[in-house]
């Protein structure tokens, strides 16, 4: 899931992780100026997705067990925010 704001509203998107999709992303992402990415390494999920975003954004992967002590109720929508 990738969130972003556009003319100060929220954009939310959904992808999956074919090459092509990665790469719709990416695209999305470098057109709204994002320089850097945090990701949940869920599984081997998270491993296409950054091989393909290295060396174009800051990657930081975030362990999934410290995203889960947080107060409320987890979501993909609430950990992309």
Same mark, same amino acid.
Request: glycine residues 8%; positive net charge; aromatic residues 12%.
């Given at each position: #899931?990738?969130?972003?704001?556009? &003319?100060?509203?929220? $954009? $939310?998107?959904? *992808?999956?992780?074919?090459?092509? &999709? $990665?790469? !719709?992303?990416?695209?999305? #992402?470098? %057109?709204?100026? +994002?320089? @850097? +990415? =945090? #990701?949940?390494?869920?599984? +081997?999920?998270?491993?296409? +997705? ?7 954004? %800051?990657? /930081?992967? $975030? &362990?999934?067990? *410290?995203?889960?002590?947080?107060? @409320?109720? /987890?979501? =993909? !929508?609430?950990? %992309?925010?």
């Amino acid at each position: #899931m990738c969130r972003l704001k556009e &003319n100060g509203r929220k $954009i $939310i998107r959904e *992808f999956f992780t074919l090459t092509r &999709n $990665i790469e !719709a992303i990416w695209e999305l #992402m470098l %057109s709204h100026g +994002v320089d @850097g +990415v =945090d #990701m949940e390494s869920t599984g +081997v999920y998270w491993i296409p +997705v950054w091989q393909i975003l290295q060396g174009y954004f %800051s990657l /930081k992967l $975030i &362990n999934p067990y *410290f995203i889960r002590q947080l107060s @409320g109720r /987890k979501t =993909d !929508a609430k950990d %992309s925010e």
